[in-house]
């Protein structure tokens, strides 16, 4: 089965058109990664598979898992499966990260019917993952991403990821932020977690991540639409002549 | 998650809110020295008593209800409400359990309140008050062996008269303040707790009250006193049915904590606050306050979900050299609710300490006020002072403001003061439900986290009814 359809898909934010007809498959065990200039609606896409608030799906359709995913809550998204690594995570003062991370992974676990992990089984599965990212202990004991840098955000968001063992992330952005360590270290978690049944976007600007993570797909996204579509090389020849040639291609397959 | 939602999601249902239909004896609404005689003769008391009541009474007839707090109702007709309802069945008040109205039982046993001693719940005595009576006390044995004293006020009037007299208004004067006096005047009964002289109270004390007759107020009299190196912990709670009228509810505690005692007292109050457009609901005029002498140490810790109004300042005095005097405090406002609620740390003695923590959570068009005094008497050199102040918004259409008030006349004192205000953002909640968490489940793990100091403080089994008593307050129709 496909993992994700995304069917000539128009989205509004706050009344004006971001999306403007972006079709995209993506089946089990790819890697897709997703680039473009800025404002061109890669978070937008994003968050309009998750089921952010305050973007409105005004034509065409996404179907995840055989299923229609626009008219899921947001948690029973998340629940499906479907997880986001946030461009910008959010601070939470007050509730601890294993404990918000506890509630998530029992959540699902509940959704699909399995028995709830207790405090034991739990630090056992977090001490695992987050050796994965080599995540300091001590943040998973903090109130979630409050007072974090900005790279042990995004090492926080890949770490939830491994937790929750999702069908379908999206990492937006990931890799910005990260020096070149830790962008090495996140990127090997990342590697680990690919699996036949998982598939992954990959939100990115720069195709250094793509060193590390080799995606199946490269697609551009510019103005709401996937202009072109290629292989890994793709990425490569943006990173030398950047988008402003795309303009005069013609319309590429992939976005018909 | 959008505004809309969090405002749905600030609105709530009230689960205390039954009726029960026993019944009941109640005087004719108004209030006179007439009606005061009344209530006095009914429960038996000596003269001293009576004319206690009475001079109250006119000290309250020279005083003004006070205008200063920051809540909003319309004027009250002391006249209309009736000062004095009872169980008939218990008119001669119940002896054992056997000799309550079983109609009675089934109320507390519908609130989790366990009265039969059979039970014997996690070792937890426990007083009931329905109405204006104190209906059973549980454990009295097993705390006599002790020397403990713990009963109803009434049953201390007559059992411990000297006891009674000794402390009475030695805390909270008959002129303290109108709603204090109103009480003196008028009040039923109560709890009375008595610790000996360096006696560590075996168990949990806890004192139910439930207002259930109509058109009546509940003005209940409390009174604690720990004997030198003595050690208490109180807990009281608080319920009364979903009635469309305001109820008020006056109540004073005093506490006396000698030399070397501690006393605890904690408070999970959940009057009806009435409904989502601010109809009915208990007002919560309570005056409470403890002394403490020297090294004896005071702590309050409240959770305040409930009532239309809340008007209440636990406080210490500390009196003793090196007394300590705590105050932990959860506010919660929603629908139409509205708290001025804080403390007052009055340091006389020699390097007296004190904490206030307060978490103030405002959701619909809840109004919550912190309100504080911490003042530092001449003599009180060395003295310290921490406080904290925090208030969390839900929505945009409820405030939060504060008043700390500081007074310091010794230069060696110390001082802290902290306060924040933060908001429950719709991006706070929309990444809690990308991780699979429901948005009425993000709002409880927040507001828990926010109130997670004040909650250690509480004795286990409360720390998770009050838990869930927030829950169930902020739980609405989150579509
Ligand atoms: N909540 C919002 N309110 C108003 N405008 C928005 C909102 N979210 C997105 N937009 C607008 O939509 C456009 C697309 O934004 P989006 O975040 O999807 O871009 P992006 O491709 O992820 O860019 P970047 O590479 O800079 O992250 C931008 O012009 C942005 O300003
Ligand atoms: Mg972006």
Same mark, same amino acid.
């Given at each position: 089965?496909?993992?994700?359809?995304?069917?000539?898909?128009?989205?509004?934010?706050?009344?004006?058109?971001?999306?403007?007809?972006?079709?995209?498959?993506?089946?089990?065990?790819?890697?897709?990664?997703?680039?473009?200039?800025?404002?061109?609606?890669?978070?937008?896409?994003?968050?309009?598979?998750?089921?952010?608030?305050?973007?409105?799906?005004?034509?065409?359709?996404?179907?995840?898992?055989?299923?229609?995913?626009?008219?899921?809550?947001?948690?029973?998204?998340?629940?499906?499966?479907?997880?986001?690594?946030?461009?910008?995570?959010?601070?939470?003062?007050?509730?601890?990260?294993?404990?918000?991370?506890?509630?998530?992974?029992?959540?699902?676990?509940?959704?699909?019917?399995?028995?709830?992990?207790?405090?034991?089984?739990?630090?056992?599965?977090?001490?695992?993952?987050?050796?994965?990212?080599?995540?300091?202990?001590?943040?998973?004991?903090?109130?979630?991403?409050?007072?974090?840098?900005?790279?042990?955000?995004?090492?926080?968001?890949?770490?939830?990821?491994?937790?929750?063992?999702?069908?379908?992330?999206?990492?937006?952005?990931?890799?910005?932020?990260?020096?070149?360590?830790?962008?090495?270290?996140?990127?090997?978690?990342?590697?680990?977690?690919?699996?036949?049944?998982?598939?992954?976007?990959?939100?990115?600007?720069?195709?250094?991540?793509?060193?590390?993570?080799?995606?199946?797909?490269?697609?551009?996204?510019?103005?709401?639409?996937?202009?072109?579509?290629?292989?890994?090389?793709?990425?490569?020849?943006?990173?030398?002549?950047?988008?402003?040639?795309?303009?005069?291609?013609?319309?590429?397959?992939?976005?018909? | 998650?959008?505004?809309?939602?969090?405002?749905?999601?600030?609105?709530?249902?009230?689960?205390?809110?039954?009726?029960?239909?026993?019944?009941?004896?109640?005087?004719?609404?108004?209030?006179?020295?007439?009606?005061?005689?009344?209530?006095?003769?009914?429960?038996?008391?000596?003269?001293?008593?009576?004319?206690?009541?009475?001079?109250?009474?006119?000290?309250?007839?020279?005083?003004?209800?006070?205008?200063?707090?920051?809540?909003?109702?319309?004027?009250?007709?002391?006249?209309?409400?009736?000062?004095?309802?009872?169980?008939?069945?218990?008119?001669?008040?119940?002896?054992?359990?056997?000799?309550?109205?079983?109609?009675?039982?089934?109320?507390? !046993?519908?609130?989790?309140? +366990?009265? *039969?001693?059979?039970?014997? &719940?996690?070792?937890?005595? /426990?007083?009931? @008050?329905?109405?204006?009576?104190?209906?059973?006390?549980?454990?009295?044995?097993?705390?006599?062996?002790?020397?403990?004293?713990?009963?109803?006020?009434?049953?201390?009037?007559?059992?411990?008269?000297?006891?009674?007299?000794?402390?009475?208004?030695?805390?909270?004067?008959?002129?303290?303040?109108?709603?204090?006096?109103?009480?003196?005047?008028?009040?039923?009964?109560?709890?009375?707790?008595?610790?000996?002289?360096?006696?560590?109270?075996?168990?949990?004390?806890?004192?139910?009250?439930?207002?259930?007759?109509?058109?009546?107020?509940?003005?209940?009299?409390?009174?604690?006193?720990?004997?030198?190196?003595?050690?208490?912990?109180?807990? !009281?709670?608080?319920?009364? +049915?979903? *009635?469309?009228?305001?109820? &008020?509810?006056?109540?004073? /505690?005093?506490? @006396?904590?000698?030399?070397?005692?501690?006393?605890?007292?904690?408070?999970?109050?959940?009057?009806?606050?009435?409904?989502?457009?601010?109809?009915?609901?208990?007002?919560?005029?309570?005056?409470?306050?403890?002394?403490?002498?020297?090294?004896?140490?005071?702590?309050?810790?409240?959770?305040?979900?409930?009532?239309?109004?809340?008007?209440?300042?636990?406080?210490?005095?500390?009196?003793?050299?090196?007394?300590?005097?705590?105050?932990?405090?959860?506010?919660?406002?929603?629908?139409?609710?509205?708290?001025?609620?804080?403390?007052?740390?009055?340091?006389?003695?020699?390097?007296?300490?004190?904490?206030?923590?307060?978490?103030?959570?405002?959701?619909?068009?809840?109004?919550?006020?912190?309100?504080?005094?911490?003042?530092?008497?001449?003599?009180?050199?060395?003295?310290?002072?921490?406080?904290?102040?925090?208030?969390?918004?839900?929505?945009?259409?409820?405030?939060?403001?504060?008043?700390?008030?500081?007074?310091?006349?010794?230069?060696?004192?110390?001082?802290?003061?902290?306060?924040?205000?933060?908001?429950?953002?719709?991006?706070?909640?929309?990444?809690?439900?990308?991780?699979?968490?429901?948005?009425?489940?993000?709002?409880?793990?927040?507001?828990?986290?926010?109130?997670?100091?004040?909650?250690?403080?509480?004795?286990?089994?409360?720390?998770?009814?009050?838990?869930?008593?927030?829950?169930?307050?902020?739980?609405?129709?989150?579509?």
């Amino acid at each position: 089965m496909t993992m994700l359809e995304v069917r000539d898909l128009h989205a509004n934010v706050q009344g004006r058109e971001i999306l403007k007809g972006l079709t995209l498959t993506v089946n089990p065990g790819e890697v897709h990664a997703i680039m473009g200039p800025n404002g061109s609606g890669k978070s937008t896409l994003a968050h309009v598979l998750a089921g952010r608030p305050g973007y409105e799906v005004t034509q065409g359709q996404v179907i995840y898992q055989g299923r229609d995913l626009l008219t899921l809550s947001p948690e029973e998204r998340a629940r499906e499966g479907v997880f986001l690594a946030f461009q910008y995570p959010i601070e939470v003062p007050g509730v601890s990260n294993v404990y918000f991370l506890k509630a998530a992974a029992n959540a699902i676990r509940k959704h699909r019917g399995l028995p709830e992990l207790d405090a034991m089984d739990f630090l056992a599965l977090c001490k695992e993952k987050a050796a994965l990212v080599e995540l300091p202990e001590e943040l998973t004991r903090r109130a979630v991403n409050e007072g974090f840098s900005g790279g042990e955000k995004k090492r926080n968001e890949i770490f939830q990821m491994a937790v929750l063992d999702p069908a379908l992330a999206v990492l937006d952005e990931t890799d910005s932020g990260l020096d070149i360590d830790a962008l090495r270290i996140v990127a090997s978690g990342v590697n680990k977690l690919r699996s036949p049944q998982r598939a992954m976007i990959l939100v990115t600007h720069y195709q250094r991540l793509l060193d590390y993570i080799v995606p199946d797909f490269v697609h551009v996204l510019a103005d709401g639409r996937i202009v072109t579509s290629g292989g890994k090389e793709l990425a490569q020849e943006l990173e030398a002549k950047g988008y402003a040639w795309l303009e005069k291609e013609p319309a590429p397959a992939a976005s018909r | 998650m959008s505004t809309d939602q969090l405002h749905e999601l600030a609105s709530r249902e009230y689960q205390a809110g039954f009726v029960t239909d026993i019944d009941s004896e109640t005087v004719p609404p108004g209030l006179s020295e007439d009606v005061i005689r009344l209530i006095s003769s009914k429960k038996g008391e000596p003269e001293w008593m009576l004319e206690w009541r009475l001079s109250a009474y006119r000290h309250w007839l020279q005083m003004k209800e006070p205008a200063w707090p920051n809540v909003h109702y319309p004027k009250i007709d002391y006249q209309a409400i009736s000062y004095y309802a009872a169980p008939k069945s218990s008119k001669d008040a119940p002896k054992s359990l056997d000799e309550v109205d079983p109609k009675l039982l089934e109320t507390y !046993e519908k609130l989790g309140i +366990p009265l *039969r001693e059979r039970e014997k &719940l996690a070792g937890i005595a /426990v007083d009931a @008050v329905f109405d204006s009576v104190s209906v059973a006390t549980t454990f009295k044995d097993k705390l006599k062996e002790v020397g403990v004293i713990f009963c109803s006020f009434s049953e201390a009037v007559k059992e411990h008269p000297d006891l009674v007299r000794k402390y009475l208004g030695t805390v909270v004067p008959v002129s303290d303040n109108f709603f204090a006096a109103l009480n003196s005047a008028v009040f039923t009964d109560g709890s009375f707790c008595y610790v000996p002289k360096g006696v560590r109270c075996p168990m949990e004390l806890s004192t139910y009250f439930r207002i259930n007759a109509a058109n009546t107020g509940q003005f209940e009299r409390t009174l604690i006193v720990a004997e030198e190196g003595a050690y208490v912990s109180y807990l !009281e709670g608080c319920t009364a +049915p979903m *009635r469309d009228e305001n109820q &008020l509810h006056a109540a004073v /505690v005093e506490l @006396v904590a000698l030399d070397d005692a501690q006393i605890k007292y904690s408070t999970v109050q959940n009057w009806y606050p009435g409904d989502k457009d601010g109809k009915g609901g208990i007002y919560n005029f309570v005056t409470k306050r403890g002394k403490c002498f020297a090294r004896a140490k005071i702590s309050w810790t409240q959770v305040e979900t409930g009532s239309a109004i809340t008007w209440k300042y636990p406080s210490c005095i500390l009196q003793g050299d090196d007394s300590v005097g705590e105050f932990y405090s959860v506010a919660l406002t929603a629908n139409r609710q509205q708290a001025d609620t804080g403390t007052k740390m009055i340091h006389v003695g020699k390097n007296t300490k004190s904490t206030i923590v307060s978490k103030g959570i405002s959701a619909g068009h809840g109004q919550n006020t912190y309100r504080g005094l911490v003042r530092i008497g001449k003599g009180a050199s060395g003295a310290r002072n921490y406080s904290q102040c925090d208030s969390l918004l839900l929505g945009d259409k409820c405030g939060a403001h504060t008043f700390p008030y500081i007074d310091v006349q010794n230069s060696t004192a110390r001082m802290e003061h902290e306060a924040s205000t933060s908001k429950i953002g719709e991006d706070q909640i929309f990444y809690f439900q990308q991780r699979g968490i429901s948005a009425e489940e993000a709002v409880n793990m927040i507001v828990n986290g926010f109130c997670k100091e004040v909650f250690k403080e509480l004795p286990m089994e409360f720390a998770v009814e009050a838990q869930k008593l927030l829950g169930v307050s902020l739980e609405g129709s989150v579509g």
